[in-house]
């Protein structure tokens, strides 16, 4: 093979006079050589004959196979087959080979399918990230519905994804478009369809019974890709919502994200030239309001009801709170029912209780009225103490009595052990030691004991004049007598042990 500069030479001697021979005289190449180019009227161009060894090459045959059994199958899974055997390339050159040599599928057409004026609405959600809700981390997600004619969209961010919020959303889209259509299709969720196997499904009884309340037929699409392109029209508005409102909105909790995703609906939304239909989704809905169905007069009661146990303490446990009920229903069970903004406890279908749900979790949520009139129980503790004192006489009652309304620390400490000294002392002595303490408003036991004690070395009888008070926290102890000494003592053994 010539490099490109002997084929520009060969040219150039050529219009030089050079005869063929002479040229590959010149050059040092063969004369049929020089012909073969001559007659080639572009530059000589590389074609390698055998392609470049690969450390692929031993694990083609198998990927190839592999390709055929599973077409489906991942070239990260491929790789991480093969890796173990030996094979010491990269991951890329794996995807690269596979995608080569992958069946691709033939590209499927889908028909345009306009829909009449109120005939249909496709109902989808969406993942947006988290939120954070009174100071706990939620994820947030939006609810999206849309009108198939007008293209009127209506869409809403909430955090409790279940059956209630969902039915809930659905009233307050038919609110905003002002009548309800014919069908909606749905994308198989739990909260519509518990099963769908081919042609066969099995709807949620709670979603038909609302259906039906509300006049509509409910649709699901085909499980799989050909689903996302039935509701094509809803699957864009949840793509609309994101890219057109929430990426870049600044907000202030779900209420004020909500707030300014209302505003967005009705000035940007619904008022733009949409895509496909090249009208205002606002001005067509003005012709398709005629069409739609009207709302019942009343709401659909959209509430899930739970039974709970009230505790001694007249509460019960609700979403993580606690909330009062009437005191007369401690220790009942009780049905509560949980509606959009509070909470209804109802008592062998009787209202007992109302309260709106806190957003908050681990509070206590009490009405004063539902503790009115409790009856307090006695204090059968204080009525031991009260019979064990009647032994001390008047000065024993009236001690009780003092010292409960003095508020001492640990009362019934002292009452039980004042009451245990008729062990050591008779009833007279400890009567007169109450009567004498009460002078003083001596309440402790220490003080008690101790004036028992003076009493009994002393040998007093009948009169309490040599007593002592001594009011102190700390137990007193019987310290024996010991040798008086004078100081000189002290000093001799301080010399004696310098």
Request: one cysteine or more; proline letters at 5%.
């Amino acid at each position: 093979m010539l490099k490109v500069e002997e084929w520009i030479m060969i040219r150039h001697l050529l219009e030089k006079g050079f005869s063929k021979s002479a040229i590959a005289q010149e050059l040092g190449i063969d004369r049929k050589t020089v012909r073969k180019y001559l007659k080639n009227k572009e530059n000589p161009k590389y074609h390698r004959t055998q392609p470049y060894p690969s450390i692929l090459d031993s694990f083609k045959e198998e990927i190839l196979l592999k390709l055929g059994k599973y077409p489906k199958i991942t070239a990260e899974k491929i790789y991480r087959e093969i890796k173990p055997k030996g094979f010491s390339g990269s991951y890329r050159l794996i995807a690269e080979f596979v995608k080569g040599h992958r069946q691709s599928e033939e590209p499927q057409a889908f028909l345009r399918y306009e829909t009449r004026p109120g005939e249909w609405a496709q109902v989808d959600w969406g993942e947006f990230g988290y939120i954070d809700y009174y100071g706990v981390k939620k994820k947030l997600y939006g609810f999206n519905m849309v009108l198939g004619y007008s293209r009127v969209q209506y869409t809403e961010f909430f955090i409790s994804c279940n059956q209630q919020t969902l039915l809930r959303f659905h009233v307050h889209a038919f609110q905003y478009f002002g009548g309800i259509p014919e069908k909606i299709l749905y994308d198989n969720p739990k909260a519509v369809v518990l099963e769908h196997i081919g042609d066969n499904i099995r709807w949620n009884p709670q979603f038909l019974d609302f259906a039906s309340y509300y006049g509509f037929s409910p649709h699901a699409c085909t499980p799989g890709k050909q689903g996302a392109h039935e509701k094509g029209k809803v699957e864009r508005g949840i793509g609309y919502v994101r890219t057109s409102f929430f990426t870049g909105t600044q907000f202030n909790g779900l209420d004020d994200l909500n707030d300014k995703k209302d505003a967005w609906l009705d000035n940007i939304a619904n008022k733009r030239i949409h895509g496909t239909t090249r009208e205002v989704p606002f001005e067509r809905l003005q012709g398709e309001r005629k069409y739609l169905r009207c709302l019942p007069g009343k709401e659909y009661v959209i509430a899930s009801t739970q039974p709970r146990n009230v505790q001694k303490d007249c509460y019960f446990c609700f979403g993580g709170n606690c909330y009062s009920v009437p005191w007369q229903y401690a220790r009942k069970r009780v049905e509560v029912k949980a509606l959009e903004k509070e909470i209804e406890v109802y008592f062998q279908g009787t209202l007992i209780a109302q309260h709106f749900i806190c957003p908050f979790r681990g509070k206590y949520i009490r009405k004063d009225e539902h503790f009115r009139n409790l009856p307090r129980p006695e204090n059968n503790r204080l009525k031991k103490y009260e019979d064990a004192f009647q032994e001390y006489g008047e000065a024993g009652k009236e001690f009780l009595r003092e010292l409960v309304q003095a508020k001492v620390h640990s009362p019934f400490y002292h009452l039980n052990k004042i009451a245990s000294l008729k062990e050591d002392y008779n009833p007279q002595m400890v009567a007169k030691a109450l009567e004498h303490a009460l002078r003083y408003k001596a309440f402790s036991y220490r003080t008690i004991r101790n004036i028992l004690w003076q009493m009994a070395r002393n040998n007093i009888g009948s009169t309490l004049k040599e007593v002592q008070i001594t009011l102190c926290t700390r137990c007193e102890y019987e310290l024996p007598d010991v040798e008086k000494r004078p100081l000189q003592y002290y000093d001799s053994l301080t010399k004696e042990g310098v």
